[in-house]
Each structure stands twice: as C-alpha cells, then as structure tokens.
C-alpha cells in the first residue's frame, strides 16, 4: 500500500524574464558578412563608470550562456572579476578557425566540411582590427582581454589565452591579474 499526500500545484505566476545579455550584429568590411554578438555586461553596469575586462567567447551560440554563468558566479565568491562577456557566433567554423587549407581530417580522410578552411588568419584579423575595436568603442573596457585559443582542428577545444600571450590554462591566474590591475 501507498502511504503520502498529494500537493495540489495551484495556478503559474509570471515574473519578470530573465535576460543575460543582448545581440548584435556587427557588419565586418573584412570579411563581408554579418556576424552575430552576444553582449552580457555585469549588473549595475548602466549606474557605474566602471571599466570591465572583457572575456570573448568563440562559439557564442553555443557556450555563450554557460561563460556567462561562471563568470557571475565566480564574481560572486570574489575568485574573477566582474567582466563584460562578448559570444561571437560563428558564419563557418571549419573555415574560420583553421590555420591552413585541407580537404582532408586529421586522419587524412577526405572531408567536404573543409574544403573552405584555412581562414583563421583572417578571421583572427578580423578579430584584432573590428571586434576589438567595436566592443572598446562601444563598452567601456580596460585593456584586458582574454580569448580562447585557436586549434589546428575544429573539433579540438583548446584552452583560453587572453591576447596578448599567455600561455594555455592560465585562464584563472590571468583573471586574478586582471583583478589586481584595478
């Protein structure tokens, strides 16, 4: 035999929504294409004059949300400092973020997904002479930035390095540095 109660929901409120950023679209003369931003800047940024760090996020559609939710909950227990977040969307990864034209995979089978490749050079051009310079006209920033790093292959993650050259996985120590630059 069942033993318990039964809890009766009642009707839904709405509250207000819940909103981590804002898009937009940011025309590139280097590329000539569009490319889709997403903004988060860190709350009471509208009443301060504060100046932020800024953490890009490649992949934005993708990882947007979850850099957005460590970097506030890592502000929040002092271990980052609060920081504008820019999600930069991809128009073709497989071109965008390899370093060399191939048709082939890192196994050397064909693969038609790279037959446009080898753009990152322009794509990290694209990323120094018009991202950069947008978010720091437009926001207000310190000179601190931090980036991920670029891989040779599209589906290998390699670990954040903030322009300027530290080295892979320094990603905390760089936020800590960034911290004590104030």
């Given at each position: 035999?069942?033993?318990?109660?039964?809890?009766?929901?009642?009707?839904?409120?709405?509250?207000?929504?819940?909103?981590?950023?804002?898009?937009?679209?940011l025309h590139s003369k280097l590329r000539g294409e569009d490319r889709q931003l997403f903004v988060r800047?860190?709350?009471?940024?509208?009443?301060?004059?504060?100046?932020?760090?800024?953490?890009?996020?490649?992949?934005?559609?993708?990882?947007?949300?979850?850099?957005?939710?460590?970097?506030?909950?890592?502000?929040?227990?002092?271990?980052?400092?609060?920081?504008?977040?820019?999600?930069?969307?991809?128009?073709?990864?497989?071109?965008?973020?390899?370093?060399?034209?191939?048709?082939?995979?890192?196994?050397?089978?064909?693969?038609?997904?790279?037959?446009?490749?080898?753009?990152?050079?322009?794509?990290?051009?694209?990323?120094?002479?018009?991202?950069?310079?947008?978010?720091?006209?437009?926001?207000?920033?310190?000179?601190?930035?931090?980036?991920?790093?670029?891989?040779?292959?599209?589906?290998?993650?390699?670990?954040?390095?903030?322009?300027?050259?530290?080295?892979?996985?320094?990603?905390?120590?760089?936020?800590?540095?960034?911290?004590?630059?104030?």
């Open positions: 035999a069942m033993t318990g109660s039964a809890v009766l929901a009642g009707p839904a409120q709405s509250g207000p929504d819940v909103v981590i950023g804002k898009t937009i679209v800047t860190p709350e009471g940024y509208d009443r301060s004059r504060d100046r932020f760090p800024v953490l890009f996020v490649l992949d934005g559609r993708d990882y947007f949300d979850a850099a957005v939710a460590i970097v506030q909950y890592r502000a929040a227990c002092g271990q980052f400092p609060e920081m504008i977040v820019i999600g930069v969307s991809n128009t073709d990864r497989g071109r965008d973020m390899t370093p060399s034209r191939s048709a082939l995979d890192a196994e050397g089978n064909p693969a038609p997904r790279f037959l446009n490749s080898g753009g990152a050079d322009d794509f990290l051009r694209f990323f120094k002479s018009e991202l950069i310079p947008y978010v720091d006209e437009n926001y207000r920033t310190r000179p601190f930035r931090i980036e991920p790093e670029f891989s040779p292959f599209p589906h290998v993650p390699v670990g954040p390095k903030p322009l300027g050259g530290f080295g892979q996985g320094d990603f905390g120590r760089c936020l800590r540095q960034a911290q004590l630059a104030d």
